[in-house]
């Protein structure tokens, strides 16, 4: 079984993901989102807690969604 790893970066989105739906084509494939969060970077790029707060609250909808998808979220 091939596995596919959509590696999301700035695009939260599942709707019109590009990478996400490639990436579902294969019916037999296991597909992995992946996302990493940098607080470390966000502060030395001077990220207001505001955005910070505001990806997070996408990241939470997106695991729900993927989740409701039955995608594996981790």
Avoid: K
């Amino acid at each position: 079984m091939a596995t596919h790893l959509v590696w999301l970066r700035t695009d939260l989105r599942i709707h019109d993901n590009l990478a996400l739906a490639a990436a579902c084509r294969d019916p037999q494939a296991q597909v992995l989102a992946l996302y990493i969060a940098t607080p470390g970077q966000w502060r030395e790029h001077h990220l207001a807690p505001r955005q910070a707060a505001f990806i997070a609250s996408h990241l939470q909808s997106l695991h729900a969604a993927l989740a409701e998808r039955a995608y594996r979220c981790g």
